[in-house]
């Protein structure tokens, strides 16, 4: 149980374009959502909170108007990388968790800008 | 503000040699302390939770252990599948709070 799904798992994109990668609880409903980046031989950096139905919670520096978070349903988050530049260049990863249960996380999505 | 350290940054072991990873912490408070094996590429993978001071989690050649100040995370002969790196991270006490990583230990075993 409590299998988070991440797509894509990979995506390449052009400077100036936008990407979106989604992310689903598969076995089970999560309010709350995180999103995660992660540099290279870096620990996981919290980018934003998702939450069903609400505004998402964005951490310092985080550009809210860049990455765009949508929550509209208990099973599924969105992550709008906007105007990407090749800095955005990263591993993302989402997570989820049951009412009471551990964050169980995607298999991540690695952008490529160019 | 919650810390988490990690230690060692890397680890290599041979094949069998059994070892303890460190994930030291300073909190205002514990609602858990997780442990979480990432490969490469991949999303980490949920080991263990830990929940107050004196508990103990066994799975296979793993075994958390959690104190007041830190958790350790055993390696009982560990096998070149073991490779990965491990995350230790903290969950203050609020409902659907975040979590706090440290930067992980990369383990490398070598058959």
């Known amino acids: 149980g409590a299998v988070v799904s991440q797509h894509p798992s990979w995506v390449i994109c052009k400077s100036g374009t936008s990407v979106k990668i989604e992310c689903r609880s598969l076995?089970?409903?999560?309010?709350?959502m995180f999103w995660y980046r992660q540099f290279p031989k870096q620990s996981l950096m919290l980018m934003a909170t998702?939450?069903?139905?609400?505004?998402?919670?964005?951490e310092q520096g985080v550009e809210k108007d860049k990455f765009l978070i949508n929550h509209a349903s208990l099973t599924l988050s969105t992550l709008t990388v906007t105007s990407a530049h090749p800095e955005d260049s990263s591993f993302y990863i989402c997570?989820?968790?049951?009412?009471?249960?551990?964050?169980?996380f995607g298999n991540g999505t690695r952008l490529t800008v160019t | 503000e919650d810390q988490v350290t990690q230690s060692p940054e890397a680890l290599r072991l041979q094949e069998g040699e059994s070892s303890s990873l460190n994930c030291s912490y300073t909190?205002?408070?514990?609602?858990?302390l997780f442990w979480y094996r990432q490969d490469p590429g991949k999303g980490p993978e949920f080991l263990f939770t830990?929940?107050?001071a004196g508990e103990e989690k066994e799975k296979e050649r793993l075994k958390a252990t959690l104190t007041k100040k830190e958790s350790f995370l055993h390696i009982t002969a560990p096998k070149p599948e073991d490779s990965a790196t491990y995350l230790c991270?903290?969950?203050?006490?609020?409902?659907?709070?975040?979590?706090?990583f440290g930067k992980g230990i990369t383990l490398s075993v070598r058959p």
């Open positions: 991270a903290v969950q203050p006490p609020e409902a659907n709070s975040k979590l706090t």
């Open positions: 997570s989820a968790s049951a009412r009471g249960s551990p964050l169980h």
């Open positions: 830990l929940y107050s």
């Open positions: 076995d089970f409903q999560a309010t709350t």
């Open positions: 909190v205002s408070g514990l609602r858990g």
């Open positions: 998702s939450n069903e139905g609400s505004k998402a919670t964005y």
